[in-house]
């Protein structure tokens, strides 16, 4: 019986009810630590999310050709806020450290995003960040090498932004057994 209920296709959703799936916090998906008014969540990105950013018309193969390219990796959201704001309103309130703190953020964040297994410590391949502008929250599109683990940690250190060290666990069943996006292509 074990073995006939993994031989059974994943369950689809479209592309809304995914991202509340992921978001749903008791699903492992998504992450959130709070330290001295930072609130920060590290979300997880379905391989078919990048892809579909990738593609906006085509066929079904060259959708799950990207899919599988796309698929040796692991795709996470950092979203961060500063007392419910976005870090760069936050930081204006102090316009000497302002300049430092962005570009910490934009060249030097990656070097302190790791991921940690029980046999290894691996840097993030890369960490976009997406200037917020004083709109809604700051986040980064943070990308490791997809680990051969059942668990591993995100640990973040944020001591230049004002956060510290926060490290994140998750468990790679939570990831793979997670709903696929339904996709609509030719």
């Not at 959703?13 to 609130?39: A, C, N, V, Y």
């Not at 995003?113 to 986040?139: M, N, P, V």
């Not at 090498?145 to 230049?160: A, L």
């Amino acid at each position: 019986m074990l073995s006939f209920s993994s031989c059974r296709p994943k369950a689809e959703l479209g592309e809304s009810d995914l991202f509340r799936f992921i978001r749903e916090e008791s699903h492992g998906l998504m992450k959130t630590k709070e330290q001295e008014g930072f609130r920060l969540a590290m979300v997880w990105n379905p391989n078919e999310f990048i892809a579909r950013q990738q593609i906006t018309k085509g066929t079904r193969r060259e959708f799950d050709s990207l899919k599988e390219h796309f698929s040796k990796y692991l795709y996470f959201s950092l979203e961060m806020t500063k007392d419910g704001k976005d870090l760069e309103t936050s930081f204006a309130a102090d316009p000497g450290s302002f300049a430092d703190k962005i570009s910490f953020l934009s060249s030097e964040f990656s070097q302190n995003i790791h991921l940690i297994t029980k046999r290894d410590t691996t840097c993030a391949l890369e960490c976009i960040y997406t200037r917020s502008y004083g709109i809604g929250l700051s986040q980064c599109l943070v990308v490791f090498e997809k680990p051969n683990t059942k668990w591993f940690e995100i640990e973040v250190k944020g001591y230049p932004l004002g956060f510290g060290k926060q490290v994140f666990e998750f468990n790679q069943t939570d990831i793979t057994n997670a709903p696929r996006l339904k996709t609509k292509y030719l």
